[in-house]
């Protein structure tokens, strides 16, 4: 594994990674600038490629911008930072992930968010009636960034966490972002979690950055899923099954406990034995259905179907996640 710093600290350092950068790190850097530039010469881009539940769905129609919004920046800061992220973790990442799985898991990342952020506009609205939650355009790259630090919690764990060149409080890429968030470690953390909490929301009111957390947490969510879930490791298994990055690790440790609950009931629903109940109907149904169908072209392409879409017989399935109990246990 390579031991290089992931971000830059000198000039220099700075300079070979933007020129060292994979092509396809360049290209959703320049993607991000481009569409900054644009949004300063045309502003009306803004209700295109932002999200705005009224354009996404109704006369408009403008679905894109569910992916579009968090490649799509007015705010400078933010879309530099954005490009610099890409290239900084494409760098780093894709050596090891390879182009394709670096591009699947922002395309996943990305889309999960915006989809997340339409839902919630609509949501916001039916339960306040106000109208201006529908018409409020959201974009940026805030879910794409908390989704590509999650990979640092994956990768590198043990990774001391800098900050103004020193270790931040002991804590490790592991602890991102539960700890990191609330400093539970400190010795009057049990009475600072809940002002910490209570405050940070009455700031994101008064700013009227709402959205912004929003991404964020989604960001960091999708993330998770993608690499604990989804992502096919070197064996042929999907998902990562590390301690480190269980659910409740993305919390801290006061709340552990009662997420542990709450994350073990939603396992069981989803991984558990309903799940695999369902699928080993699947075939039975299948059967029914072929049966109920008259003989002939029908029944000829119903047959063709199902062969069409059958694994081959002499490629084994991957088990599902959490269909082992000592897997499931460290998943949870």
Same mark, same amino acid.
């Given at each position: ?5 992931? $971000?830059?600290?000198t ?7 933007? *020129?060292?950068a ?20 045309v #502003? ?32 400078i ?13 494409? +760098?780093?990442? $894709?050596?090891?992930?390879?182009? !394709? ?25 039916m339960?306040?009636?106000n109208?201006?939650? *529908?018409?409020m355009?959201?974009?940026g ?6 989704a *590509? ?20 409080m002991?804590?490790? !890429?592991?602890?991102? #972002? ?6 539970? +470690?400190?010795?009057? !953390?049990?009475?600072l979690?809940?002002?910490v909490?209570?405050?940070?929301? =009455?700031? /994101? ?6 959205? &912004? ?12 899923l993608?690499? +604990?879930?989804?992502? +096919? ?21 006061? /709340?552990r ?11 069981k629903?989803?991984?558990g034995?309903? &799940? ?20 002939? &072209?029908?029944?000829? !392409? ?5 062969? =069409?879409?059958a694994?081959? &017989?002499? $490629?084994?399935a991957?088990?599902l ?12």
């Open positions: 594994m390579d031991h290089s710093p992931i $971000v830059p600290a000039s220099a350092e700075v300079y070979s990674a933007l *020129l060292s994979p092509s396809v790190s360049k290209f959703f850097a320049g993607l991000t600038l481009l569409l900054y530039v644009l949004a300063q010469l #502003p009306s881009l803004e209700s295109i490629l932002a999200i705005k539940a009224t354009n996404t769905y109704g006369a408009h129609s403008y679905i894109w911008n569910v992916f579009t919004a968090g490649f799509f920046n007015t705010n800061v933010l879309a530099i930072l954005l490009a610099l992220t890409f290239l900084i973790m494409g +760098r780093w990442l $894709v050596p090891s992930w390879g182009s !394709a799985e670096f591009v699947k898991y922002i395309f996943f990342s990305n889309l999960c968010v915006g989809l997340s952020v339409f839902i919630s506009q609509i949501v916001y609205y339960a306040s009636f109208y201006k939650f *529908l018409e355009p959201i974009s790259g805030i879910g794409i960034i908390a *590509l630090i999650v990979t640092i919690k994956q990768k590198l764990p043990e990774e001391p966490i800098i900050l103004f060149g020193q270790p931040f002991n804590f490790c !890429a592991k602890d991102i #972002p539960g700890n990191s968030l609330i400093p539970l +470690r400190c010795k009057e !953390a049990d009475k979690t809940q002002g909490l209570i405050c940070f929301s =009455a700031i /994101l009111s008064i700013l009227e950055l709402a959205p &912004v957390f929003l991404q964020c947490c989604c960001g960091t969510y999708f993330g998770w993608y690499l +604990r879930f989804l992502q +096919r490791t070197i064996d042929g298994m999907r998902g990562d099954m590390s301690d480190h990055m269980a659910f409740i690790m993305f919390f801290p440790v006061a /709340l406990p009662l997420m542990q609950v709450v994350s073990s009931s939603a396992f629903m989803v991984c034995k309903s &799940v695999q109940s369902m699928l080993d109907d699947i075939p039975a149904r299948s059967s029914e259905l072929r049966q109920a169908l008259p003989p002939g &072209v029908l029944r000829g !392409a119903w047959d063709g179907a199902m062969a =069409a879409g694994p081959p &017989v002499n $490629v084994p991957p088990p996640p959490g269909s082992n109990v000592a897997d499931a246990e460290r998943r949870r």
